[in-house]
């Protein structure tokens, strides 16, 4: 039996081993104790798993399973009622990136907590900048499903102390709020812009 846990005690992910590998049922939770993942192995091998999301209630939001073996999927989506709103077998692979959602991921509090972020960077390096960095800095990345931001890079003033400063600080800054396709989050792209004015 294999067992790890939070520091706050709670259970992280358990499950058995066999001759070294994975073997039967295995449960990853949520730090509040919600299940997040529950997978079946045979000798290391994943056959079929069910992945939860939750509102903040935890309710169950969404449900989608993979029955690996049988090259089924299936999403199921619940509004806070418990009703099934969506049920889909054709959905595409949850590890998909998307390039068109229906909800564009989004800095958490919103437009104007952006501007406070963006203020409080740009201020912090403010003695570090030149004629260069005044301008429109686009940078893309990618928000996951549960709202991390990898992949950060600059597509314009690529080589300005303004883009060097803003990857920075959206690839270590908080999560975001990820983007929406039926209801449900998705892994997508985003493409943010930086503006720097020149005040003289």
């Not at 520091?7 to 104790?33: F, H, Q, S, T, V």
């Not at 798993?49 to 993979?66: A, D, M």
Request: aromatic fraction near 12%.
């Amino acid at each position: 039996m294999f067992r790890s846990y939070y520091p706050n005690g709670a259970i992280e992910n358990e499950g058995i081993y066999e001759m070294g590998k994975e073997n039967g049922l295995w449960k990853k939770r949520n730090i509040d104790g919600s299940l997040r993942d529950s997978s079946l192995y045979d000798t290391g091998k994943v056959t079929m798993s069910t992945s939860f999301r939750y509102y903040e209630n935890l309710q169950v939001q969404s449900k989608i399973l993979n029955d690996f073996a049988n090259t089924k999927f299936r999403r199921t989506v619940y509004a806070m009622s418990g009703k099934v709103l969506i049920e889909d077998t054709t959905a595409e692979d949850e590890d998909k990136v998307f390039t068109k959602v229906e909800i564009e991921a989004s800095f958490p509090g919103g437009p104007d907590a952006w501007q406070r972020y963006v203020t409080k960077q740009i201020m912090e390096h403010a003695d570090q900048f030149d004629d260069n960095d005044y301008g429109t800095c686009l940078i893309r990345f990618i928000v996951d499903i549960d709202g991390k931001v990898k992949d950060v890079t600059a597509i314009t003033m690529v080589h300005s102390r303004l883009a060097e400063i803003m990857v920075n600080a959206i690839a270590t800054g908080p999560r975001w709020t990820p983007a929406q396709v039926k209801g449900s989050y998705v892994k997508a792209f985003r493409i943010q812009p930086v503006t720097f004015t020149s005040f003289k």
